[in-house]
Structures are given as C-alpha cells and as structure tokens.
C-alpha cells in the first residue's frame, strides 16, 4: 500500500497572546512506495512525529491531504485508517500477559471485524512467532528485556494485519548492542510481511541502515529524498551533508578564483563552471588520499588505528585559522599508514567526495562538466 502525501502542513498556535505559531509540518509532499521502509530523519523539533502522527490520524493537519493507496484517509480516525503504531515507550500493560497483550487490539475489534476466539489466538500466535517472543506468551512485561517488551509491541500493532506500519523512535530505550539487533530485526520483520513502514528516528546511521528510503527534516521543511546512500553521495545542501555520516563531514571556508578551488594557499582541485566566489567545501572524512605529492598540506596531530582504518588528525595552518572546523579528520586505509609522516601528512582528495556550497543559501554549488 503506498502512502501520498500532499502539500501536509502543521501549524500550531500560539499558547501566548501574541506568541508566534509554529509551523511544524510545513508543505510536504511525499510518495511512499507500496511494501518499503522509509525512515524519517532529522533533529529535535524538525517535525518528524507530528509527521507522524499526521499519518496515523492522531494530529489533524492544517492542510493538505493523506492517501493510502487510492483512499483519502485524511479526514479519518486512526482506528480507521488501517495503521499500527509502535512508540518508543512500548506502552503494554503491565498486569496482562504478552499473549493478553497481543490479543487486545483483537478483542476490541466490533461489528462485521469481530473475530472468533480460535481465530484470534491464531493470529496472536503468527505474529508472535514472526517476532521470535512466542516462547514467552505467558509472561508479564515486567518479566521481559527491553528489547523483548519493543518485539511485543510490534506484535500487537502487526495484529491487526495493519495496511502501515509506523514506528515512532522504536529503539531509542534500547542499550546500544539491543538497538543493533533489533533495527535488523524491524528490517527482517518488515521484509517478510512487505508492509509500508515509516520510521522515525533522529538517528542517522540507524535510518541509513535499515531504510530503503530517507526523508531529511529541518525545522519542518523536507530537505532531501531518496535512498540513503544516493543521499549521502549527493547532499542537496549543506544541512544535508552535516547530518548524514560519522565521523561528520570536514567543512571548510575556501575560495573559487579562475575555475580553481582553494583551501588556503592550496589549489586544491579544478571546479570547472563555477563562478569566482567564496564557498563552504565540505569533504568527508574517506574522501583524503594520502599522497606525498598531493596538493593539501597538513600538519599531523593525531593518528588512531582502528584495524581496517586508520583515523588521522591532521592541522592546516590556513583553513584552521578561517573555518569553523579547525581540525581535519580523515579515515585511511591502514595498509597506507606507513605515508603518514611524524610531523605532516599530505592529501589528495577524492573529487567524488568534496562537495561546494553557496555562502549565503548553503545550498549545493554543483560543477560543470
Ligand atoms: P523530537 O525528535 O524531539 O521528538 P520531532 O522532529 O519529532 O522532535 P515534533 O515533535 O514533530 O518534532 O515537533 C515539531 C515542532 O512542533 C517543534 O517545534 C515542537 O515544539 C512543535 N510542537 C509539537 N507538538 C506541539 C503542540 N502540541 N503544540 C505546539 N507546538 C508543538
């Protein structure tokens, strides 16, 4: 079942005479494919929940409209639409069982939906089972590890065969081994049942990692779409390229003089079609190769192996002094590191992993051919 959003918008009044609102969903316009898991990604306060619960019907937009499929749902309840929502608070009660818990969103069912008994604990037990907590049916929450209490919740809201999932922030209580597991687990989990499935997370390794596609937020206005690594590869503007990778991005002030690029004193690549202009230039932390002739000149201040990688602190006199970054971190390959010297290192950068960004609007500066 794909998921349209149209033109959805989200202001909030003002609690204060004359305080400002706040719009917290701000024109998004979205298509999410049938059976993919779409992570919603952004900081506090970028909109994503509301978002959210725009979707499941638990907020009412200020405008726009909300399809599932070819049904217009925006104007319907959440227990209509078809949803099942897991928080980052499993929110299951504690005097029922996890079988009790399961079956109840079953049992409230009415009219026409209502279900016989055996074919409810049929259902109970299939969801279970797809969630790997069927050998605890009859244990209370209070009995469960975190990450088995989330695998209860997610049963309980696959229950009802909804036609979307929605997962709001559903590993933020989880230790961080427990988070690992189970992001794979809601990726299997969602593969098997092929259910629509938005998730939101401030976490941008976890949305990278699970999510056929992304959605970037900021101060509720979508930045990017797309699949994760297209994004990474290709940031729309400098918001973007901040938030996504770790270690972060380096960036940098630098100039574009003559259809070169210079940090300091070194020209550092040829930026055909751009216009002379100062410019932000971001490089991310793989996008240094090491090169005793290369044309960046750095001053080394600290060298971590890490196995496969090596993570390499580097100084330049210039950019340090001008940019808000003062240090480069780089990640090399550890059967290079015998190139980096005491004292300085000296870097070519990868042209597919330096990108430029206008001054004023931080938006992507994109070369010519
Ligand atoms: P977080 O990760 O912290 O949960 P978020 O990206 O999910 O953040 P939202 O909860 O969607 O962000 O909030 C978006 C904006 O709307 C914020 O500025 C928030 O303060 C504001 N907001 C959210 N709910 C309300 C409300 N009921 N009344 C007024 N403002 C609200």
Redesign the pocket.
């Known amino acids: 079942m794909k998921v349209v959003l149209e033109n959805l918008t989200?202001i909030?009044?003002s609690?204060a005479k004359g305080g400002k609102e706040?719009?917290?969903?701000n024109n998004f316009t979205y298509e999410i494919p049938d059976g993919k898991l779409v992570g919603l990604l952004?900081?506090?306060?970028?909109?994503?929940?509301?978002?959210?619960?725009m979707i499941c019907g638990l907020?009412k937009p200020s405008s726009g409209k909300i399809f599932f499929g070819d049904d217009d749902v925006t104007e319907l309840s959440p227990e209509n639409r078809g949803v099942g929502l897991v928080f980052q608070n499993y929110a299951l009660y504690p005097h029922m069982t996890v079988k009790q818990n399961i079956l109840f969103p079953l049992q409230n069912l009415k009219g026409e939906d209502k279900l016989a008994k055996d074919v409810m604990l049929e259902r109970a037990y299939e969801v279970a089972k797809l969630v790997q907590i069927d050998e605890l049916m009859d244990r209370k929450p209070s009995e469960l590890s975190g990450g088995q209490q989330q695998r209860v919740a997610i049963a309980r809201a696959l229950v009802k065969f909804p036609r979307v999932l929605l997962l709001?922030?559903p590993l933020s209580n989880l230790d961080a081994r427990l988070r690992l597991q189970t992001r794979e687990e809601i990726k299997r989990i969602q593969t098997e049942t092929g259910i629509t499935t938005i998730f939101?997370t401030?976490d941008q390794e976890e949305a990278m990692s699970i999510s056929d596609e992304i959605v970037v937020?900021k101060?509720?206005v979508v930045q990017q779409t797309g699949k994760p690594q297209n994004v990474y590869d290709d940031p729309a503007n400098l918001f973007v390229a901040k938030f996504l990778g770790t270690p972060p991005i380096n960036v940098f002030d630098g100039v574009v003089k003559g259809g070169k690029l210079y940090l300091g004193e070194d020209e550092v690549m040829a930026v055909k079609g751009v216009e002379d202009q100062e410019v932000f230039v971001g490089i991310r932390p793989e996008g240094f190769i090491l090169n005793p002739k290369g044309k960046l000149h750095c001053e080394v201040q600290n060298v971590e192996v890490m196995g496969r990688d090596v993570s390499v602190v580097s100084k330049h006199s210039a950019l340090s002094a001008q940019s808000a970054n003062k240090a480069i971190r780089s990640i090399i390959d550890a059967d290079n590191k015998d190139q980096i010297g005491l004292t300085e290192v000296t870097f070519d950068i990868k042209p597919n992993k330096i990108f430029l960004f206008n001054k004023e609007t931080e938006e992507r500066i994109r070369l010519g051919e």
């Open positions: 989200k909030f009044p609690r706040v719009v917290a969903v952004g900081p506090s306060g970028c909109g994503k929940s509301t978002s959210l619960y907020q709001d922030e939101v401030h937020m101060l509720g």
